[in-house]
């Protein structure tokens, strides 16, 4: 994925009073380190960092951060949000190359109509909302879909089970369930007295 130009300050001072004047301004307090480089303090537009996190790759979105004459390729490894308003109150950026391989927790989604399940009266349980991942930088999805059409009653999708894009590998025990199907509490009550 193409990377996004983001440009920042460099030399902001550290300290609550001095991050709410910079949020004040229309700026985002952050550091940015890696690579065996002392962390950077920084600012950025938080209208530029909005727009650069709002693509379909959201926090994977590689990032080419201009600050003072020098251009670093990273991504935003964690974002800070206010607790009552959910703006982002931080950002960390962290230096990645394209050549190495990073760690990052993606999205998962259930889609599709787990048809079986639902004639038979079952529910679906999703069980894990996001997946720990390895990839390159610009390999890392946005998100994984897991189909459950094929779900049956009683069944279970596990981490072993998921497609996923090429490059990017589980970094995840595969024998994590991801989404399972149970019987109806109906179903299974009626059940019980034949089974005694």
Known sequence: MPEITLNAQLGRKTGSSDSRRLRTAGRIPGVLYGHGMDPIALSVEAKELRSALSTNAGLHQLLEIHADGQSYLAIARELQRHPVRGTVSHVDF??????????????????????????????????????????????????????????????????????????????????????????????????????A
């Not at 990052?104 to 529910?123: C, H, L």
């Not at 779900?151 to 995840?172: S, Y």
């Open 94 to 195: 962290v230096i990645v190359q394209r050549d190495e391989f990073i760690t990052s927790d993606v999205t998962i989604n259930v889609v599709g109509d787990a048809v079986d399940v639902r004639r038979n009266g079952g529910s679906v349980d999703q069980e894990l909302f996001t997946l720990h991942v390895k990839a390159q930088p610009q390999n890392v999805p946005s998100s994984i879909d897991v189909d459950v059409s094929s779900l049956t009653v009683g069944g279970a999708i596990r981490v072993a089970d998921l497609v996923l894009p090429a490059g990017v590998e589980a970094a995840a025990d595969g024998d994590i369930v991801v989404v399972a199907s149970h019987a109806s509490r109906v179903a299974a009550d009626a059940e019980a007295p034949a089974e």
